[in-house]
């Protein structure tokens, strides 16, 4: 059975580290790169963060099913997961590490039911969340309003996935996250 791991957080819960933690640790992930509209930051690589689409080609594939989730995140903005992206991981004997948004990781794990791990990483507070990103440097006071308009509702779907990990200390949410995917890998 071709098995997925989706992890899934508000933006500045940690998901990230976690996610390059695992990868880098546990060779049987493979990174799921997904696709998306927005334009790529400068350290982003196309093919390798993410594959930078134009909105044009981005709808192309969504005619074309090509996708095996896709939302619009930000106004304008879409992101999703090509099948094509999950199928290259498969053919390389490798497990897909999908680290997408709520709506998306629900999405596939409606697609592909038992074989998927959907672990939500949360904050430990909004209050915790809002000082994380703020010390990235990275928002203006609109986005950050944004950002945490967004986590509030994220956090009102936690329930819907397989396990919470609250990310009051990167380390040992680090270990909780690695045991529950090693421990859903084990299972065949």
Do not use: C
């Not at 927005?38 to 982003?44: I, K, V």
């Not at 490798?94 to 074989?115: N, R």
């Not at 440097?137 to 819907?160: D, M, P, V, W």
């Amino acid at each position: 059975m071709n098995k997925i791991i989706i992890i899934t957080a508000p933006s500045g819960a940690g998901k990230t580290t976690i996610v390059k933690k695992l990868l880098a640790a546990m060779p049987q992930l493979a990174f799921s790169i997904s696709a998306t509209t927005r334009a790529a930051r400068e350290t982003e690589v196309d093919g390798q963060d993410y594959y930078f689409l134009t909105p044009e080609d981005f709808h192309n594939k969504i005619e074309a099913h090509a996708f095996a989730e896709y939302e619009m995140v930000y106004a304008g903005k879409y992101y999703g997961t090509l099948k094509a992206e999950l199928q290259r991981i498969w053919n390389n004997l490798q497990v897909p590490m999908v680290d997408i948004d709520v709506k998306g990781a629900l999405s596939i794990k409606e697609k592909y039911h038992d074989s998927t791990l959907t672990i939500f990483i949360a904050p430990p507070t909004l209050d915790a969340l809002r000082v994380r990103l703020s010390e990235r440097g990275t928002e203006t006071q609109a986005s950050l309003e944004e950002r945490l308009g967004k986590a509030r509702y994220e956090l009102s779907f936690a329930h819907e996935f397989d396990e919470i990990v609250v990310n009051d200390e990167l380390e040992r949410a680090y270990a909780e996250v690695k045991a529950l995917v090693q421990a859903f890998l084990q299972n065949t």
